[in-house]
């Protein structure tokens, strides 16, 4: 009987190709496994990670198709409170960030925390090096002050119902003067403030959406989101306030995040 023999190099081929076929069918047999560490839980569907960067709480909630360029939005406070446009956004392909600053009222520690996160989301997980800003009620404290100290850094700021003076809210009390390392008379002249520090925004072309209750009395329109849309205008930033009438500082958000959807992808592309 004949034998045939086959070329060497259709050997090799024939070879390679049965190795491909048996990778690629292993790799079909395994799940495959997240690159988040830490406990994995469910944020309204979506899959989310809670871990600690050096030592402080954080959480990553990740998208079902993540968006070209990997958009993101970073939640300060109140975690899952009135999460429509966190839900909204996750099913544009954003993923949602929250960093634990609580009890630190937007101080510089609070600041290097958020630095340390951004770090590493951006240099370990390939975020966008730009974030949107999303700040309730003291949520306010911090996203204007890290804004300010990182303007490169930030696509739009969301603030609702946002402190913008710690003077106005809580007051000059013992947290505070602790949080930022200040006695009751540097608190009184303190000057670092978002309703102070508004100019590298400003001059990093920063839009501003602000949503507020026209009757709040725990923020004082007034006292926060009214002298920075003032002040904002003047140094020739565009800033949008959504007036609530009849709403004090509860509850926050839009029924139809709708208008703050729209303002975030217009600003975050």
């Known amino acids: 009987m004949k034998k045939y023999h086959l070329p060497k190099k259709a050997l090799l081929i024939c070879v390679a190709c049965l190795l491909l076929l048996m990778v690629v069918r292993a790799a079909a047999s395994k799940k495959p496994e997240s690159s ?52 909204a956004l996750l099913n544009e392909g954003f993923h949602v960030v929250h960093a634990d600053v609580a009890g630190l009222y937007g101080s510089p520690k609070a600041v290097r925390r958020w630095d340390a996160f951004y770090k590493y989301l951006v240099e370990s997980h390939g975020f966008a090096k730009k974030a949107v800003l999303e700040g309730m009620s003291r949520g306010g404290l911090i996203i204007f002050n890290w804004a300010a100290q990182n303007p490169e850094k930030v696509h739009c700021i969301y603030a609702d119902a946002p402190v913008c003076d710690f003077k106005s809210w809580p007051g000059i009390n013992r947290a505070i003067m602790d949080a930022y390392g200040l006695t009751k008379e540097q608190a009184k002249e303190y000057k670092g403030n978002p309703v102070d520090n ?72």
Do not use: M
């Not at 560490?37 to 600690?52: I, L, M, N």
């Not at 303002?263 to 975050?268: E, P, S």
């Open 198 to 269: 508004l100019k590298p925004l400003a001059k990093a072309k920063i839009p501003l959406l602000h949503v507020v209750g026209d009757v709040d009395e725990v923020v004082p329109v007034s006292e926060n989101t009214a002298i920075i849309e003032k002040r904002y205008k003047a140094l020739g930033g565009h800033i949008q306030v959504i007036h609530k009438k009849d709403v004090g500082h509860h509850p926050h958000s839009l029924k139809d995040p709708g208008p703050i959807v729209e303002f975030i992808l217009k600003y975050a592309q």
């Open 36 to 87: 988040w560490p830490g406990k994995r839980s469910s944020f309204h569907s979506f899959a989310q990670y809670d871990f600690k960067i050096e030592g402080f709480d954080c959480k990553v909630v990740v998208p079902n198709t993540i968006a070209a360029g990997k958009p993101w939005i970073w939640r300060a406070r109140f975690w899952g409170h009135e999460p429509q446009t966190d839900q």
